[in-house]
T-cell receptor, first 113, second 114 residues
């Protein structure tokens, strides 16, 4: 069935290093993907999105890569900072499917000094 | 610009009761979606409203219902509460359908059913 899943539940990264968070999806109809960051006690915060007609998109310190062939996307965070410690979710949807996003399980990113 | 607001932030209910949660979207946003977040199931889509009409619905029992008002504010109701309904309920809004406009989340309402 449809699913969006994450490979690793926890990622430990040293401050200043680059982080890579991976996500696999199963629904080939998904044409829109979003990465969210969720800190404890807060709702998910939008980081970056990408449409299926793109394979790469860059934001401030973040890059999302999309590989439609293997149904995989990743989020790269450059120069990881303590404030990046959070749970990161990938979510996928179709632009003709109102509101419905399917979320992965989440990856806990822990930034160590 | 104010973000998505949800009330109440915390709620404790007992089994069999019903509960109503409220969501005020970002000004100008017409789409409101609701999600349930639990440690075991993660984030699961409940339903989405646009211009007072339900456009999409997730796989939840009929005990879960919602509505949207003309000012885009939305409420969701859960009747005959069960222990498994304990969760963080998140509301998200966007100007238009997801995929065409970014969806922003509120802080959530944490519901505990005893």
């Amino acid at each position: 069935g449809e699913s969006v899943g994450l490979h690793l539940p926890t990622l430990s990264v040293q401050e200043g290093d680059n982080s890579i968070i991976n996500c696999a999806y199963s629904n080939s109809a998904s044409d829109y993907f979003i990465w969210y960051k969720q800190e404890s006690g807060k709702g998910p915060q939008f980081i970056i999105d990408i449409r299926s007609n793109m394979d790469k998109r860059q934001g401030q310190r973040v890059t999302v890569l999309l590989n439609k062939t293997v149904k995989h996307l990743s989020l790269q965070i450059a120069a990881t900072q303590p404030g990046d410690s959070a749970v990161y979710f990938c979510a996928g949807g179709t632009t003709d499917s109102w509101g419905k996003l399917q979320f992965g399980a989440g990856t806990q990113v822990v930034v160590t000094p | 610009k104010a973000g998505v607001t949800q009330t109440p932030r915390y709620l404790i209910k007992t089994r069999g009761q019903q509960v109503t949660l409220s969501c005020s979207p970002i000004s100008g946003h017409r789409s409101v979606s609701w999600y349930q977040q639990t440690p075991g199931q993660g984030l699961q889509f409940l339903f989405e409203y646009f211009s007072e009409t339900q456009r999409n619905k997730g796989n939840f029992p009929g005990r879960f219902s919602g509505r949207q008002f003309s000012n885009s504010r939305s409420e969701m109701n859960v009747s005959t509460l069960e222990l498994g309904d304990s969760a963080l309920y998140l509301c998200a809004s966007s100007r238009d359908r997801v995929g065409q406009e970014t969806q922003y989340f509120g802080p959530g309402t944490r519901l505990l059913v005893l």
